[in-house]
Nanobody, 124 residues
């Protein structure tokens, strides 16, 4: 059984930083994509950042230059360093993974596995 377990969410003031972590178990994603999506209240789930096994990345435009995705293939773990946070970054952040290499498209439909989500709240 595949599990993605996120940690690191919380409440932070605008301009602050947070680091999210996601540890995968039950399957290796060393040859696939891993990444982060988010969903704000009343909005559709959207991609934030995705990293391929070879460390190629793709970011949603609004987070470019502020968020950095990284991964440790040996640990089956992906991270999201978030800086210069804004109130509009408030959302539930979901770890995501795919068995193959489709997630760089940033499409929700490309995801095979989801974490349970972690809340990130940015106060103004």
């Amino acid at each position: 059984q595949v599990q993605l377990v996120e940690s690191g969410g919380g409440l932070v003031q605008a301009g602050g930083s947070l680091r999210l972590s996601c540890a995968a178990s039950g399957r290796s994603f060393s040859s696939g994509d891993m990444g982060w999506f988010r969903q704000a209240p009343g909005k559709e789930r959207e991609a934030v950042a995705v990293m391929r096994w070879n460390h190629r990345t793709n970011y949603e435009d609004s987070v470019k230059g502020r968020f950095t995705i990284s991964r440790d293939n040996a640990k089956n773990t992906v991270y999201l360093q978030m800086s210069s946070l804004k109130p509009e970054d408030t959302a539930v952040y979901y770890c995501a993974a795919s068995r193959d290499v489709r997630m760089l498209s940033l499409r929700v439909s490309a995801v095979d596995y989801w974490g349970q989500g972690t809340q990130v709240t940015v106060s103004s």
